[in-house]
């Protein structure tokens, strides 16, 4: 396999790109076509739905005979046994994020499991490592979702954190194709995550009104949200959220109560639709397997182009 790595021994795939987790939309009509196309799809467990997704899991079993892995977003965990949850769901790995990475790293690894950390910035790197962790996830300020209310962009982020640690890293935030998956590679990086560019692929569950959102979105049409208070987040700018961007009183997460309705009903004013800025790149809603491969084929095509054009 022309991308044997650390980071596709630990996960076992082919390609070592990872569909991001995502609440309600990370299950498993995403994470299975993920897994099928030689990749890692995760399962999320930030909705805290735990016995809907104790049921993904098991359909993931009748979809895919591939490798996948579970997220625990600890700032949502409700159930304290989540390690035990985890663990009893026979997956071999799972991402940590949204918490101290001091809180599950040892109990998860002395489950079996193969533990890597998202961090999104150095501090909080050699945190994770010091921990335990066998990898990290190093998320840059661009990527949708919840975010360190002081971002940092993947550009400096990555080659800092990979010059500082020596475990494996899978770089998120802004990656959708060869060109960025190839950059990732430079800098240090041996796997990438895609997050905003699996919410708007065609097994992505969430109602098309958000998909087209993400492709009408413009490289500046996402909003950051909450930096006054925890947790930061980084969403589609729509009229409430653009009203929100300066506005340091309102906690923005009282407007996920209605979430459900911009999730599946498609009302993108009724609560945040999360993404990244990399959604004004995405023209086009695609299956994940062409996404996949695409992104695959043209990476490996551009480090050979550069390579030559380069010679050394
Ligand atoms: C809709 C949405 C929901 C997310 N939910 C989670 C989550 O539950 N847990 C987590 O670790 N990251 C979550 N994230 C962050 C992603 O895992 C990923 O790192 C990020 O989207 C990468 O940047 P990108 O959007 O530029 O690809 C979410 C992102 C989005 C867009």
């Not at 790197?125 to 979702?145: F, W």
């Not at 919410?199 to 049409?221: F, G, M, Y």
């Not at 700018?237 to 911009?262: I, P």
Request: glycine share 8%.
């Amino acid at each position: 396999m022309p991308f044997r790595n650390r980071v596709t021994e630990m996960l076992g795939v082919d390609i070592p790109i990872v569909q991001a987790p995502m609440g309600w939309i990370a299950r498993s009509q995403l994470a299975s076509a993920v897994s099928n196309a030689g990749a890692l799809g995760i399962i999320e467990t930030s909705s805290g739905e735990l016995d809907v997704i104790r049921d993904e899991i098991r359909k993931m079993r009748e979809l895919t005979d591939k490798p996948f892995g579970v997220n625990i977003a600890q700032a949502f965990v409700r159930d304290p046994n989540i390690v035990e949850f985890v663990a009893s769901q026979g997956v071999k790995f799972v991402t940590t994020s949204a918490g101290s990475p001091m809180r599950y790293t040892s109990a998860l690894k002395a489950a079996g499991l193969t533990v890597f950390h998202v961090v999104p910035d150095l501090a909080g790197a050699l945190k994770a490592v010091d921990a335990g962790v066998d990898g990290l996830v190093v998320e840059g300020g661009e990527g949708g979702g919840f975010k360190s209310p002081t971002p940092v962009s993947t550009m400096v982020l990555l080659p800092l954190i990979t010059s500082k640690v020596d475990v494996p890293i899978i770089a998120a935030g802004g990656f959708l194709d060869g060109p960025t998956m190839a950059a990732a590679f430079a800098l240090g990086a041996e796997g990438i995550q895609m997050g905003t560019r699996m919410v708007s692929a065609a097994e992505s569950p969430i109602h098309d009104n958000w998909k087209q959102a993400v492709l009408a979105a413009r490289e500046t049409d996402t909003v950051f949200l909450n930096r006054h208070t925890k947790p930061a987040l980084r969403a589609l700018r729509t009229e409430r959220t653009t009203a929100l961007e300066f506005d340091t009183e309102t906690n923005a997460m009282a407007l996920f109560g209605r979430a459900m309705d911009l999730y599946f009903g498609g009302d993108m004013e009724a609560a945040i639709a999360l993404s990244g800025q990399v959604a004004g790149r995405i023209d086009s809603i695609e299956p994940v397997a062409d996404i996949i491969h695409r992104t695959a084929t043209d990476c490996l095509a551009l480090l050979t182009t550069l390579a030559h054009r380069y010679p050394t």
